[in-house]
């Protein structure tokens, strides 16, 4: 048993993971009277690479996640959380 192999499966596809972010940008831009221009210009980036992140064209690391978090007031788990629709 000591060479068996274990299989990692993400929690979250990556095509949700894009989905999640989006879904999450949009609402905090929405609630701060934000547009996805102000976002891009905080968070120091083009609005075509921040487009291109939301829409799953562009696969961004943990930084530009980040940088993109605080850009709205939130941490980057927070911008990566499944929406509670409760």
Same mark, same amino acid.
């Given at each position: 048993?000591?060479?068996?192999?274990?299989?990692?499966? /993400?929690?979250?596809?990556?095509?949700?993971?894009?989905?999640?972010?989006?879904?999450? *940008?949009?609402?905090?831009?929405?609630?701060?009277?934000?547009?996805?221009? #102000?976002?891009?210009?905080?968070?120091?980036?083009?609005?075509?690479?921040? #487009? !291109?992140?939301?829409?799953? #064209?562009?696969? /961004?690391?943990?930084? *530009?996640?980040?940088?993109?978090?605080? !850009?709205?007031?939130?941490?980057?788990? #927070? *911008?990566?959380?499944?929406?509670?629709?409760?």
């Amino acid at each position: 048993m000591a060479d068996q192999i274990s299989v990692y499966r /993400p929690l979250v596809t990556r095509r949700r993971a894009y989905e999640v972010l989006a879904t999450n *940008l949009h609402r905090l831009t929405f609630e701060q009277n934000l547009t996805l221009e #102000e976002v891009a210009r905080r968070a120091g980036i083009s609005l075509e690479q921040l #487009e !291109a992140i939301c829409s799953g #064209e562009v696969d /961004p690391d943990l930084d *530009l996640v980040d940088l993109i978090a605080k !850009a709205v007031g939130v941490t980057a788990s #927070e *911008l990566l959380a499944e929406p509670d629709y409760n």
